[in-house]
Every structure is written in structure tokens, then in C-alpha cells.
């Protein structure tokens, strides 16, 4: 997967065309996304056992397919593709095609 939780993406195709938003969730087996605010869809809800639930349309940010969303450098503030870099102690770490900046995942904490 190209992005991870908590970058910062931009919406390349669909209606929410040219948004920028955060990514809330990945879901690599669908491979899908959850963006921040974007995406809002309505839902009609029954109302859950002894209302636990609130019944009515509800607004809900719907999934996005990951090849719609294109991660955005956090160092140069453009969208680009990331390349995987080796590190000398093993494992691999993104890297911004256009800057060549490292781009860290920040999805811990």
C-alpha cells in the first residue's frame, strides 16, 4: 500500500475530485481507504436494542479505492508517487518521487 494512517492525501478521481484529505483507515484487503470528512454518504439506521443506536439518516464517510487517493510529501507539499527505499539495517522506508525526502509512517500514536 502507497499510504498509510494519518497521511495526508489528495483525491485524484470521483466527485470528491481535488480534496485533500487525512486517511482515518486503510483496509488493504479491499483495497480501499477511509479519508477524514470526505466521501459523506447517508444511511438509513433502525434504532439498535434498548437505543443504543440512533434511528434516521445518518451521514457516514463511505470508502474510497486506494488508486483514487495519491499521498501528498509532507516536505516539498506535493502530490507524488513514493518509491521504497532498503535501509542499511533492513526494512524498507517510503521516499518522495519528486524531493527524494523520506516520507515516515506516522500511524503510531
Excluded: F, Y
Excluded at 486503510?26 to 439506521?45: C, D, G, S, Y
Excluded at 542499511?88 to 509512517?105: A, E, L
Aim: aromatic share 0%.
Amino acid at each position: 500500500m502507497h499510504v498509510a494512517k494519518n497521511d495526508t492525501v489528495l483525491v485524484i478521481a470521483g466527485r470528491e475530485r481535488g480534496k485533500r484529505a487525512k486517511v482515518r483507515a486503510v483496509l488493504p484487503k479491499q483495497q480501499r481507504v477511509i479519508l477524514v470528512e470526505t466521501n459523506i454518504v447517508k444511511r438509513h439506521a433502525k434504532p439498535g436494542q434498548r437505543g443504543a443506536r440512533q434511528a434516521g439518516i445518518i451521514d457516514i464517510e463511505a470508502p474510497l479505492h486506494i488508486s483514487n487517493v495519491m499521498l501528498i510529501c509532507p516536505n516539498c507539499d506535493r502530490p507524488t508517487r513514493a518509491a521504497r527505499r532498503v535501509l542499511p539495517q533492513g526494512g524498507t522506508i517510503r521516499v518522495c518521487k519528486k524531493c527524494g525526502s523520506d516520507i515516515p509512517v506516522q500511524w503510531r500514536g
